[in-house]
């Protein structure tokens, strides 16, 4: 079911993650649309409700208000302005939440298209977990993982060497 190519190397490794650290009757609110990877998450057993395209920077109503005991955001941080603000809203008691992380040899992506899909932040593994717990988040457990091209040249030699992704499990303090 899975290949080892994105975007599915990096839903293996999140669903992996998943498992160890989150039960099949934790409710789950995930930060953003309806998408693949919490569509396959259900697929799994996992209760899973999505938000539904508030801007994160400024409606805080969805994690102030909602019963889930677990919250995730996969790759979702990097788009906002402001990710503490919502960062320390949230009511639920655990967190699993990815990021791309920065790259010196690749410039913060951006789309020319989709206003909406550019990262205004991408973040060194330090930085993330600094943002979590200046927002209230004890860091429980990381993972990272690489996501190499099938590409020629310098750089995507070094995607197969340096991580590009980064998640963590943390419990509020």
Not at 88 to 112: G, Q, T
């Amino acid at each position: 079911m899975y290949e080892n190519n994105y975007p599915n190397k990096r839903y293996k490794k999140t669903i992996d993650f998943i498992k160890q650290h989150l039960q099949k009757e934790d409710e789950i609110l995930d930060l953003g649309i309806e998408n693949p990877l919490a569509k396959l998450l259900v697929s799994k057993g996992f209760s899973v409700v999505n938000t539904q395209g508030e801007d994160l920077d400024v409606d805080f109503t969805i994690v102030e208000n909602n019963k889930a005991k677990v919250v995730t955001a996969f790759e979702i941080l990097e788009h906002l302005v402001a990710p503490y603000n919502v960062l320390s809203k949230i009511k639920a008691k655990k967190l699993v939440a990815s990021i791309p992380l920065n790259l010196w040899f690749a410039k913060a992506y951006r789309s020319d298209s989709d206003v909406w899909d550019r990262h205004f932040h991408e973040f060194e593994d330090w930085q993330f977990d600094w943002l979590l717990q200046k927002a209230g988040w004890e860091i429980k457990a990381t993972k990272k993982w690489t996501n190499p091209t099938k590409k020629i040249g310098f750089r995507p030699i070094l995607r197969r060497f340096i991580p590009r992704y980064y998640i963590i499990y943390a419990e509020r303090v």
